[in-house]
Every structure is written in structure tokens, then in C-alpha cells.
């Protein structure tokens, strides 16, 4: 079941600690795609605070939001970029999209298979996708008071099972949020510390997994889920 889009909404933008979840986030995904100049992207799920570095150099942006969540106006009302999709049939051209992300969506979805169907199919040649899921092992997803400790968390073995059978390749793993999941003052001030150093010690665990993949031709993905489109 997906949260309110409101809900999700209030926690990034209104909140000490979603701010702080946000700028981890991002931080990563800077590193990831540095550069979007002339590509188009798309996010589906809640993506906004993720696409906001990207709008004005790329060619093109677009939010996906499931009807299930609804859909929030973004950047602004005059300038919108976000669609109501439905999870199963996005309104996007097959093969047109360059960088995909894919967030608080997949965890949610009560048809993963449709949905990666979709992401599949939408991706270009030469493209990629990340896909963002709360960590089963991290501490966010054993907290209700965040959207990461809502719906279904996975290992990265079973992100990267799932993909592989979808005709997805995974090309590199990153994790976020090592910081603690409380709005506690006290505790938020070790904030930056552990976001630094969490990759370094291995005795922390990032909430979040963070999955790049690139597209395997249809030939020879052999996904029982697409094969017999």
C-alpha cells in the first residue's frame, strides 16, 4: 500500500530529519549521475527531492506518481513536471528515457513484476536506472515515523534477484542514510559524523539501498514476466 503523497511530502521538506535524509540521498546520487546534460529523466514513485539537481540541465524531467499515492504539483504550478500514472501503464514512450529513478514505489507496490515491466520497458539503450528501497538489515526500516520504515524492505541480494529476473543488469551498489532514524536533537547532532564515516565502519548499516542497473536486450534477459510480450 503507498503512503499519501502529503505524507512523504511533509517528511522531506518540513522535517529536520527528512531534510537531513534528503541531502544524504542526493549527496549519492550527485556522485552517481554527475552529469544529465541533454538526457531525459524520469522518476516514478516520490522522486522530486531527488530530481530537483537535475532539472535544469537536462533535456527533460518527469514525475511519475502511482494514483495510489497521488500527485503533487513540481516544481511549481506554472512550470509542473509531475503526471498521475497508473503503475502498470506509464504515460512514456518506449525506450525514451535516459536516467530513471525509482523510489518509494517498489517496497509499496502490491505487482512489482508490472512495475519493473514498465521500468523496462521505458528504459533507452545505453540507459539506467536507480532503484532506491529502505535496507531490511538498517534501523529505518524498523522505524514507523519515516516513509523508509513503511511496506516491504529488502536485502541487496534480494533487490538484485529481483532486477536480474526482470532483465535488469546491476551494475553498482550504494548505500544512505547511515545517521539515526529520530528527530531527537541530541541524537541528530552526531548527524553528520556517522554520515561520514558510515561506509568506513562496518558495523553500521546504510536504511537505504541504492541499486544502478542497465538494461539487457530482450533476447536474452529471459524474464519469464516479459518474455511472452
Do not use: C
Amino acid at each position: 500500500m503507498y503512503l499519501d503523497v502529503k505524507e512523504i511530502k511533509d517528511f522531506y521538506y518540513r522535517s529536520t530529519l527528512g531534510r537531513a535524509a534528503k541531502t544524504s540521498i542526493n549527496k549519492n546520487l550527485s556522485n552517481i549521475w554527475p552529469e544529465t546534460t541533454g538526457l531525459n529523466v524520469v522518476g516514478f514513485g516520490f522522486s522530486l527531492p531527488f530530481l530537483s539537481q537535475y532539472l535544469d540541465s537536462s533535456r527533460r524531467v518527469i514525475a511519475l506518481m502511482p494514483a495510489q499515492m497521488g500527485v503533487q504539483a513540481w516544481p511549481n504550478q506554472e512550470m509542473n513536471v509531475s503526471v498521475l500514472a497508473d503503475e502498470k501503464r506509464w504515460p512514456i514512450d518506449t525506450g525514451h528515457v535516459d536516467r530513471l529513478i525509482v523510489s518509494h514505489s517498489l517496497e509499496h507496490t502490491s505487482d512489482p513484476s508490472t512495475l519493473l515491466a514498465e521500468a523496462y520497458r521505458v528504459l533507452g539503450p545505453g540507459g539506467r536506472a536507480l532503484f532506491m528501497v529502505p535496507n531490511r538489515a538498517g534501523l529505518w526500516s524498523r522505524s514507523d515515523g519515516t516513509p523508509f520504515g513503511q511496506g516491504k524492505p529488502f536485502s541487496s541480494g534480494q533487490l538484485e534477484t529481483q532486477l536480474r529476473l526482470h532483465g535488469f543488469l546491476p551494475e553498482k551498489h550504494f548505500s544512505a542514510l547511515y545517521m539515526l532514524p529520530s528527530n531527537n536533537r541530541s541524537l541528530q547532532r552526531f548527524t553528520p559524523f556517522l554520515e561520514k564515516v558510515g561506509k568506513k565502519l562496518p558495523f553500521l548499516v546504510g536504511g537505504l539501498i541504492m541499486l544502478e542497473v542497465s538494461k539487457l536486450p530482450d533476447i536474452v534477459k529471459g524474464s519469464p514476466v516479459l518474455d511472452h510480450k
